[in-house]
Nanobody, 118 residues
Framework: QVQLVESGGDLVQPGGSLRLSCAASGTIISWYVMGWYRQAPGKQRELVATISNSGSTNYANYADSVKGRFTISRSNAKNTIYLEMNSLSPEDTAVYYC?????????WGQGTQVTVSS
């Protein structure tokens, strides 16, 4: 059974940091473009960041709203991707979803809640 399981969501104060993880099972993340998306209440799901690899080189892409604050990374050995989030603001409050996009498959995790509030 193919699964993406996110973890690391939490309540954090403005200016704080969090690291999200997405562990894949039943598949291999190097086969996919991996990414993080988020959905805030009443809003559409939006891209946060993606990471792909060609050989040993990783290519990361970020939404303008998170550039310079968020970092996406991957560990093929652990079959896991991460999202390091710094300088968090209330506008970052959302459910964060992990995504694996392949030639045919498009996989989603169940989401993890990130709440930024004082």
């Amino acid at each position: 059974q193919v699964q993406l399981v996110e973890s690391g969501g939490d309540l954090v104060q403005p200016g704080g940091s969090l690291r999200l993880s997405c562990a894949a099972s039943g598949t291999i993340i190097s086969w996919y473009v991996m990414g993080w998306y988020r959905q805030a209440p009443g809003k559409q799901r939006e891209l946060v960041a993606t990471i792909s690899n060609s050989g040993s080189t990783n290519y990361a892409n970020y939404a303008d709203s998170v550039k310079g604050r968020f970092t996406i990374s991957r560990s093929n050995a652990k079959n896991t991707i991460y999202l390091e989030m710094n300088s968090l603001s209330p506008e970052d409050t959302a459910v964060y979803y992990c995504n694996a996009r392949g030639t045919i498959a498009n996989l989603w995790g169940q989401g993890t809640q990130v709440t930024v509030s004082s």
